[in-house]
């Protein structure tokens, strides 16, 4: 009986220590095109996106995360493989692979290299959307991240249901188009027809299967990117009579370069109003269905009971404007287009809410320190776990991004958002007071009040370019 006994503590012993040294899973959660400005755990009373918010509520939230690049493709490759876009010359539509090389493991492919069964589950690298969405197809995926891959085809702006195009449609002639614009369907068909809901079914069924194996499990939803397509219900909590449009100020693009003009706005794309209205209330719901998506997978990971072994990161790739300055998308450097929702959840780790200033691009070595792996050290993001052991703590001074081929830049501090137009600033300037000036609505750059503030920032950017451009890529610069 003794033995026996001995026997059975010496069992558990090894089972509690196994249990221990097992490596926790990863569950990488990526929106698409979604600015903090439509979440209720950013801010906004009107959402609806309570998964999300209760995500929040369990997680380290980033009030001041940034995109390195306001594009889906080279913001992609830049967190994925960990470095700028300036430093590998990644501006397209593109994975990363082509100018990092084949022997620079990727975020996931790192952890497939350390024994842990990977997955994409739709959009993670560029896919185009809506085109691939309704082709199935990879767009251009870097298949060696994955040990499987899965696409969710849907029909997009096709789908059956009430359509409205309310982008270069002044007169309503045309009732839905589709490629990148802002054709709205109210569809019919449940969640399940769509790409989301697909992603989300998907996703679940790949975390019954291998829940007793580590997993690097990566989700990618495409909503709220365009076309705002989503089930008729989720339109309902958002009748667009209810929205209330972005302030707007008289001669407000007279202060901004030519440059800084978004690429769509409300004038080019013809809308009045009440196309706004019917626009943020379609986005709006288009978040909602994907937050609902977002639910499915977290219970999932409830049942199967991985919560406690599971790090869960939810994010996007870029923001979007909702017609602030009478913007629309993204690209644009201005804070709405910039600044993107990010929440860690780590097991045993306190909930927190950190305004340190944190990339995108930090993420690759923050999950990589969390399960435990050696990863390259040239990689150019730095790890967040100060951060998350102390959410007072700061890895950054401020946050820097990069559009228009790497050839306009922002740097992003406490008090200040200053955007260059070109390295020798010969397209033009904006200078933003972000303590008096949130919304950005006065230009200062130009005033020379501010000219020691814009020779301090100058210097910073200039400094962060060598930082960039010295790296081990081997890259030549022009």
């Not at 593109?94 to 990092?100: C, K, M, T």
């Not at 790949?206 to 495409?222: E, S």
């Amino acid at each position: 009986m003794r033995s026996l006994l001995v026997v059975t503590a010496l069992l558990l012993s090894f089972s509690a220590f196994s249990q221990q040294k097992k490596q926790p899973n990863v569950l990488f959660i990526i929106s698409d095109d979604l600015t903090t400005t439509a979440l209720g755990s950013y801010g906004n009373e009107k959402a609806h996106t309570p998964a999300i918010d209760q995500l929040a509520k369990e997680s380290t939230v980033f009030t001041r995360a940034y995109t390195q690049y306001p594009v889906c493709g080279p913001s992609r490759a830049s967190f994925m493989f960990g470095y700028y876009p300036n430093a590998t010359q990644t501006y397209g539509y593109v994975s990363g692979r082509e100018n990092v090389g084949a022997d620079r493991p990727s975020l996931a492919e790192l952890f497939k290299q350390n024994g842990y069964y990977t997955a994409r589950v739709s959009k993670i690298y560029h896919m185009g959307v809506p085109i691939d969405i309704e082709n199935g197809t990879d767009g251009t995926d870097d298949p060696a991240s994955w040990t499987e891959k899965f696409n969710s085809q849907a029909p997009e702006w096709k789908a059956e249901g009430k359509a409205e195009l309310v982008q270069n449609n002044a007169d309503g002639s045309i009732e839905r188009k589709g490629g990148n614009v802002m054709t709205i369907v109210q569809a019919s068909g449940g969640d399940l027809a769509h790409s989301d809901g697909k992603t989300a079914e998907k996703a679940s069924e790949l975390i019954r299967m291998h829940k007793d194996d580590p997993f690097f499990l990566a989700i990618g939803f495409v909503r709220p990117h365009v076309p705002f397509v989503a089930p008729a219900e989720y339109f309902s909590p958002f009748p667009y009579e209810g929205i209330k449009l972005p302030k707007q100020v008289e001669n407000d693009w007279d202060d901004i370069p030519e440059r800084g003009i978004n690429y769509v706005t409300s004038v080019n794309a013809n809308m009045n109003s009440v196309q706004k209205q019917k626009a943020i209330a379609a986005y709006y719901a288009s978040v909602s269905y994907m937050d609902a998506q977002v639910a499915k997978v977290l219970k999932t990971l409830k049942e199967e009971g991985l919560e406690d072994n599971t790090i869960v990161i939810f994010t996007s790739d870029h923001g979007f404007h909702l017609d602030e300055h009478e913007f629309w998308m993204k690209v644009s450097l201005h804070e709405e287009s910039v600044q993107v929702p990010m929440m860690i959840k780590v097991p045993g780790k306190k909930p927190a809410i950190t305004n340190s200033f944190t990339e995108l691009i930090d993420l690759y070595p923050t999950l990589a320190e969390l399960a435990g792996l050696d990863y390259p050290k040239g990689i150019q993001g730095k790890s967040l776990m100060p951060i998350l052991e102390n959410p007072r703590k700061k890895v950054r001074e401020f946050a820097f991004s990069v559009t228009q081929g790497g050839k306009s830049f922002l740097v992003r501090t406490d008090k200040w958002a200053y955007i260059q137009y070109d390295e020798d600033a010969g397209s033009g300037m904006e200078l933003y007071d972000m303590k008096k000036d949130p919304n950005q609505f006065t230009n200062l750059a130009m005033n020379p009040a501010f000219e020691n503030v814009v020779t301090d920032l100058q210097k910073k950017l200039k400094k962060k370019l060598i930082e960039v451009r010295e790296n081990d890529l081997g890259i030549g610069y022009p």
